[in-house]
């Protein structure tokens, strides 16, 4: 959604007054090309992320590797150790 829809002119220039008045014409430049990069790097790294994502999804899951036969089970004695043999 987007956030500035909610926002009118009268609240968008008292924001843009209020910025220059902290940090200064100079320094509004520098802030905003900060800013600037800092969204681009973010959406670089989403775009990043989704793609692997979709790559991921869209490649076929690798072959299984084939299974070695299971030994057949050994037959278990019915006398155990402590039982004396008769």
Same mark, same amino acid.
Not at 24 to 48: H, N, Q, T, W
Not at 56 to 77: G, K, L, N, Q, Y
């Given at each position: 959604?987007?956030?500035?829809?909610?926002?009118?002119?009268?609240?968008?220039?008292?924001?843009? +007054? +209020?910025?220059?008045?902290?940090?200064?014409?100079? &320094?509004?430049?520098?802030?905003?090309?900060?800013?600037?990069?800092?969204?681009?790097?973010?959406?670089?790294?989403?775009?990043?992320?989704?793609?692997?994502?979709?790559?991921?999804?869209? /490649?076929?899951?690798?072959?299984?590797?084939?299974?070695?036969?299971?030994?057949?089970?050994?037959? +278990?004695?019915?006398?155990?150790?402590? /039982?004396? &043999?008769?």
């Amino acid at each position: 959604m987007n956030t500035l829809a909610f926002l009118g002119w009268p609240e968008i220039i008292g924001i843009i +007054v +209020v910025v220059l008045i902290l940090f200064g014409a100079k &320094k509004v430049p520098e802030l905003m090309r900060g800013l600037g990069s800092g969204i681009k790097e973010f959406k670089k790294a989403s775009r990043e992320v989704q793609d692997e994502f979709q790559r991921a999804i869209e /490649d076929e899951p690798p072959p299984e590797p084939p299974r070695r036969p299971t030994p057949p089970a050994e037959t +278990v004695s019915q006398s155990s150790p402590a /039982d004396p &043999k008769p």
